[in-house]
């Protein structure tokens, strides 16, 4: 039985980047041996284990043949038998199909460490066809790597995936998944316009792709740059899409309530609140409340954030002094004084509405 870290902690110790995570692969051994050795089964697919003390993950070598379109279309064989070329032979990129031994000697059968030198990102086998989702990992390591390019023949085969329908066999979450993984990558406009290369964003994305455009694509980045929050930088990926695609969007991808929400307060208002360095105070508290930005402050200010991005000479500063005085206002106070006044219902709103645009426009004013 022979141990190997592979994957990403390899690729990443070459490249001089710090190594968060380890996986493993095991070799010449059997399910039951690793057991016997301390290791807590938990792959459902095929043999993966946890280590009794690291709890870091070890799979047994295995390969892949596949048996129907989709990423869940595959038969895996693990057995003593089966190489460490053979599993590194599965992977997708080169640069991830570099192993190293416990005794730290590199196994590197498909060239990785020059792809790593050369900046380039290249598929291992012609079985990278088989599993679209390596189409979306292509396209999120341009967008972590965006001083890498995509070798041309890799693309090719990527253009002949979609063509031949395998990225239509994706389903919602495990897209969804690469999307979120991507848009928080450092240059995450790389990962969408790879994808636009290959014509898999006008498929997955039809939304986005009949907008995409250098502007989006800086807006998007500008949100990386800013180390803004998943819900932020999908806000500003889909800012420009009609309401009802935007649902549409979301309703296909299963897209989180979080990112949901914020995406659909800043595409319908962003122009609003863009505008809202200069509006009045009437204007002001309206859009506040469209945003529900009283209950909802935080959120607002992620789309304060999401605005700066799309528009970066953007104050937000005039809109945050309207939101504290609105939030100051004493609404219990008002209540309990128009009851004491016989005042019910809609009336107490209206009290509160009225203090709450009195105390706006001393702000504004300020």
């Known amino acids: 039985m022979q141990t190997y870290m592979v994957g990403g902690a390899v690729r990443d110790a070459l490249l001089g980047l710090p190594v968060n995570d380890h996986d493993w692969v095991v070799v010449g051994a059997t399910p039951q041996e690793m057991i016997l050795a301390g290791y ?70 498909f060239h990785g460490r020059a792809d790593l030198k050369k900046k380039v ?24 790597f965006h001083d890498f390019t995509i070798a041309p023949e890799t693309l090719a085969l990527m253009r002949e995936m979609v063509d031949n329908g395998e990225v239509d066999a994706l389903v919602a979450e495990r897209v969804w998944q690469e999307l979120a993984r991507g848009l928080m990558e450092r240059h995450p406009s790389r990962m969408f316009a790879a994808l636009r290369d290959c014509g898999a964003l006008e498929r997955l994305l039809a939304e986005v792709a009949a907008r995409w455009r250098p502007r989006l694509a800086q807006q998007v980045d500008r949100s990386a740059e800013r180390g803004t929050a998943l819900p932020v930088r999908f806000a500003c990926l889909v800012h420009g899409v009609p309401q ?113 645009e009195a105390a706006v426009a001393r702000a504004l004013d300020e």
């Open 40 to 109: 807590l089964p938990v792959g459902k697919d095929f043999p993966v284990f946890l280590h009794p003390q690291t709890r870091e993950e070890y799979a047994l070598a295995r390969t892949e043949r596949k048996t129907a379109r989709g990423y869940h279309g595959f038969q895996f064989h693990a057995e003593p038998d089966v190489t460490l070329e053979q599993d590194l032979a599965r992977r997708d990129l080169t640069i991830n199909a570099i192993a190293q031994g416990e005794d730290g000697v590199l196994v590197d059968p």
């Open 121 to 144: 990102l290249r598929h291992v086998t012609d079985a990278f066809r088989e599993d679209p989702v390596r189409i979306l990992r292509v396209a999120r390591f341009a967008a972590r």
């Open 244 to 356: 009802h695609d935007l649902r549409a969007l979301c309703e296909r991808l299963r897209v989180p309530n979080e990112c949901r929400e914020l995406g659909e307060v800043v595409a319908r208002e962003h122009a609003h609140v863009l505008a809202g360095g200069k509006s009045a105070a009437p204007e002001v508290l309206k859009l506040l409340e469209r945003c529900d930005a009283i209950r909802k402050p935080q959120r607002f200010g992620e789309v304060l954030a999401a605005c700066e991005c799309i528009e970066p000479g953007f104050d937000r500063s005039r809109l945050e002094r309207a939101l504290a005085a609105a939030l100051a206002v004493p609404t219990h106070e008002i209540a309990a004084e128009a009851q004491r006044q016989g005042v019910k219902g809609p009336g107490i709103g209206e009290r509160v509405h009225h203090a709450r």
